[in-house]
C-alpha cells in the first residue's frame, strides 16, 4: 500500500490536476491525505453563506476520494505570495511529518496563479531525502485555466514524463468536478467537461490508452 499525499493551492485543484489518477490510488488500495493550502474568509470579501458552501463541498470531496485525512492550512485564497515563505513551509512540512507520504503530487511551479507557485516552492522545500526519507515520489500536475496559460519566457512549458490510464474514472472525476459551486462552465470557459475530457484525451493518446493524465515526475527515489 502506497501513502499519497495530494497539496492543493485551492480545493478543485486535486481533481482537475489528478482527479482520475487519486481514484486509482483509492481503487488500489492506497491511501490518500489532502492537503488545502488556503482557506476563504469573509474579510477576503466571501459571504458566511459561501464559506459554509464551500466547507461542505471540503467535506463531500473527502468522502468522494475516501481521503484518510484532510488538513486546511489557515492562508487566505489568492494571498499566498504575501505570508513569508517560512510560513508556508511549515505548514508543508508539519503536514508530510505527519502523514509520512512516499508519493506527493503538487502543482505545476509556472502555472499563472501566484498560489499555485508559492505552494510548489513551499513542497520543494519539504522534499530532502535526509529529513524526509520516506518520500519516494514528488509529481507535478497540471490545472486547466492555469498551466496553459502561462506565457514566462523562461518556461518550456509542462512536458509530462509520466502518465496514468484514468480511462476507468474520468466519469467519476468529472462528477466530482461538478460538485464545485461555479468551478465549471461551458467551453470555450478552460474548466469545461469538453476541455477536462480533451485534455484527457490527448494525455491518453500519447500513452496508448483511451484517458490519462500527465505528471512531471520529479522526484523518483530507489530505497
Known amino acids: 500500500m ?9 480545493p478543485d ?7 482520475g489518477t487519486l481514484l486509482r490510488h483509492a481503487a488500489e ?13 469573509r474579510e477576503a470579501g466571501f459571504s458566511g453563506e459561501r464559506i459554509q458552501s464551500r466547507g461542505g463541498e471540503i467535506e463531500w470531496v473527502s468522502e468522494a476520494y475516501g481521503f484518510s485525512t484532510t488538513h486546511q492550512a489557515p492562508f487566505v485564497t489568492a494571498r ?12 508543508v512540512s508539519q503536514c508530510i511529518a505527519n502523514v509520512e507520504p512516499d508519493t506527493i503530487y503538487l502543482p505545476y511551479r509556472n502555472d499563472v496563479h501566484s498560489d499555485h507557485a508559492a505552494v510548489f516552492d513551499a513542497v520543494a522545500s519539504c522534499t530532502k531525502s535526509f529529513r524526509y526519507p520516506y518520500i519516494r515520489r514528488v509529481r507535478a ?21 509520466l502518465w496514468v490510464n484514468i480511462s476507468d474514472f474520468l ?10 459551486e461555479g468551478d465549471m462552465g461551458e467551453f ?9 475530457r480533451a485534455l484527457a484525451t490527448l494525455r491518453g ?6 484517458a490519462a493524465e500527465g505528471f512531471m515526475n520529479l522526484i523518483e527515489r530507489v530505497l
Open 2 to 10: 502506497n501513502r499519497i499525499l495530494v497539496v492543493g493551492p485551492h
Open 13 to 19: 485543484d486535486e481533481t482537475l490536476g489528478c482527479g
Open 29 to 41: 488500495g492506497d491511501e490518500i491525505h489532502w492537503l488545502i493550502m488556503t482557506t476563504i474568509t
Open 80 to 91: 499566498l505570495d504575501t505570508y513569508p515563505k517560512s510560513d508556508l513551509v511549515a505548514e
Open 141 to 161: 500536475y497540471e490545472t486547466l485555466s492555469e498551466t496553459e496559460f502561462s506565457i514566462r519566457k523562461d518556461d518550456s512549458g509542462f512536458q509530462p514524463n
Open 171 to 180: 466519469d467519476r472525476k468529472i462528477e466530482i468536478m461538478r460538485f464545485y
Open 188 to 196: 470555450p470557459f478552460p474548466r469545461s467537461e469538453l476541455n477536462i
Open 205 to 210: 493518446a500519447t500513452a496508448g490508452v483511451e
